[in-house]
Nanobody, 125 residues
Framework: VQLVESGGGSVQAGGSLRLSCVLT????????MAWFRQAPGKEREGVAS????????NYDDSVKDRFTISQDNTKNTLYLQMDSLKPEDTAMYYC????????????????????WGQGTQVTVS
């Protein structure tokens, strides 16, 4: 199982970026997929999650109505569309997967995933 993020970069406040995360080794397994971020000196926090089977999504309040998580299962790719970016969105962004099927509801909780990508940097100025 491998996750590889891309799409990070530098953007001015109010701009947009779309992050991608290519999943390999997943097959058609059910999973809770999520995006997390970590700013320097801060703890990792959940941004958004999507149930790979149902498509149900959840968002942290700080990104609701600005970020959209989506997936293309034909391409085994997870996306995070980020609009109206703010300087406080600056962080390393990670995609992650929980394949345990232990939790009944898919939420972006950092203690849950068992697979992580290497991260992609987003800087908003």
């Amino acid at each position: 199982v491998q996750l590889v993020e891309s799409g990070g970069g530098s953007v001015q406040a109010g701009g947009s970026l779309r992050l991608s995360c290519v999943l390999t080794g997943f097959g058609h397994r059910a999973a809770c997929m999520a995006w997390f971020r970590q700013a320097p000196g801060k703890e990792r926090e959940g941004v958004a999650s999507i149930d790979r089977s149902t498509g149900s999504t959840n968002y942290d309040d700080s990104v609701k109505d600005r970020f959209t998580i989506s997936q293309d299962n034909t391409k085994n790719t997870l996306y995070l569309q980020m609009d109206s970016l703010k300087p406080e969105d600056t962080a390393m962004y990670y995609c992650a997967a929980d394949l345990s099927r232990f939790y009944p509801i898919c939420l972006p909780r950092p203690e849950r995933p068992n697979y992580w990508g290497q991260g992609t940097q987003v800087t908003v100025s």
